[in-house]
């Protein structure tokens, strides 16, 4: 496995582990406010349309010359990978909420609780909110094991990499039965927003007929450079607004236990930009 | 036909997200780098060029619509129905 192979496999399984953190919160918030047999079967059913479209669509894309491949997956993963590192930059720079798991599960089960449950049998809405869930926060990892196998003409490894990302993600949450709201999610995030860009960004100048100095060691300078980029970004915009605001980032004395837990776990992920 | 614009809706905001118009951008930027090459010019810069500043300029216009940083808790901006 070469060197680019070995990245791409670990973007895919963080992109995955993310997205699947998320899932979980989804159908664990549905599971115990609703019954776990609806919320499982409604993730079942999400997972079996994930898999149809990979298998589907996976050997229509192998098939495409790879010049047109390169142009088209590399354009999508390049938006894609911007979708996360904007939203990235924007969570550290304080402009937009830190994603936090607890906060997520307490909502969706209030949620769950406050919708009246319809009789015996299958639970309509614990189906469909799983379903929706999952469906949703897995489409967009489905599109990238895409793009990252059929560019890479490894299918087998991206499939592989995204389902032990949901195995370890499975296993962790049923050991802790509770949220994974420890894991660095905005991090992750950042990090995944930054391969994908780099990748996205290689790959479409390839397939739009550029040639990469030192071709594909050119990543070695174009991953820590969109790294470097991100963060000055986020540092930059963080120091702007925060003289903007002149002080209004501190937490006030009304704010609630939940909001504050909140706040303090947004603020030890933030704590990696410099003010 | 309300089924197939719904639809194309529904895949341009999966594939633009929250901010179509870098999208847009990216798209012009690939197309710029096959102009280039198209004349005989290797335009590899064209991306790392073009790249980070329109991320910056996605950053800044959402940064002076929602505001200055407000406590971390608080919900700053709508979630798009497949965040990342």
């Known amino acids: ?4 192979e070995l990245a791409l496999a670990v973007s895919v399984f963080l992109a995955c582990a993310v997205e699947a953190v998320e899932a979980l919160t989804i159908v664990l918030a549905l599971g115990t406010t609703r019954g776990w047999s609806s919320s499982l079967a409604g993730t079942g059913a999400a997972v079996v349309a994930l898999a149809a479209l990979v298998a589907g669509l996976g050997p229509a894309l192998t098939s495409l010359p790879l010049d047109v491949l390169r142009v088209i997956i590399g354009g999508l993963l390049l938006m894609f990978g911007l979708q996360w590192l904007r939203k990235a ?135 820590p450079g969109v790294l470097v980029c991100a963060w000055a970004m986020a540092a930059r915009l963080r120091r702007a607004l925060v003289a903007a605001s002149d002080g209004a980032t501190t937490v006030g004395p009304g704010t609630g236990a939940g909001d504050r837990q909140a706040a303090d776990a947004a603020e030890s992920e933030r704590l990696v930009v410099p003010r | 036909m309300s089924c197939i614009t719904r639809a194309a809706g529904a895949v341009w905001r999966f594939v633009a997200g929250e901010d179509w118009r870098l999208a847009v951008g990216i798209a012009a930027a690939i197309g710029l780098v096959a102009l280039l090459v198209g ?30 940083p407000s406590p971390a808790g608080a919900r700053a901006t709508a979630e798009s129905p497949h965040e990342p």
């Not at chain 1, 496995?1 to 680019?4: D, F, I, L, R, Y």
């Not at chain 1, 709201?181 to 290689?202: D, H, I, Q, Y």
């Not at chain 2, 010019?41 to 064209?46: Q, S």
């Not at chain 2, 991306?47 to 329109?54: G, R």
Request: proline share 4%; net charge negative; hydrophobic share 55%.
């Open chain 1, 1 to 4: 496995m070469s060197g680019a």
């Open chain 1, 89 to 223: 930059i924007l969570r550290w720079a304080g402009v937009k909420e830190m994603h936090d798991e607890l906060v997520e599960f307490r909502e969706e089960s209030e949620a769950a609780r406050a919708h009246g449950r319809t009789g015996p049998g299958l639970d309509g809405y614990a189906f469909a909110v799983c379903f929706k869930g999952v469906l949703l926060e897995g489409l967009e990892v489905a599109f990238i094991v895409l793009s990252v196998g059929a560019n890479q003409r490894h299918l087998g490894l991206a499939v592989a990499a995204a389902g032990l990302a949901v195995v370890v993600v499975v296993a962790a949450g049923a050991a802790a039965r509770a949220p994974l709201a420890r894991v660095p999610e905005n991090t992750l995030k950042l990090l995944v927003g930054v391969m994908l860009t780099s990748f996205g960004m290689f790959w479409s100048g390839e397939g739009a007929g550029a040639s990469w100095p030192g071709d594909e060691a050119a990543l070695l300078a174009i991953i």
């Open chain 2, 39 to 68: 004349m005989s010019l290797n335009a590899w810069w064209a991306l790392p060029v073009a790249v980070p500043v329109l991320l910056w300029i996605s950053v800044s216009r959402a940064a002076r619509q929602h505001g200055p």
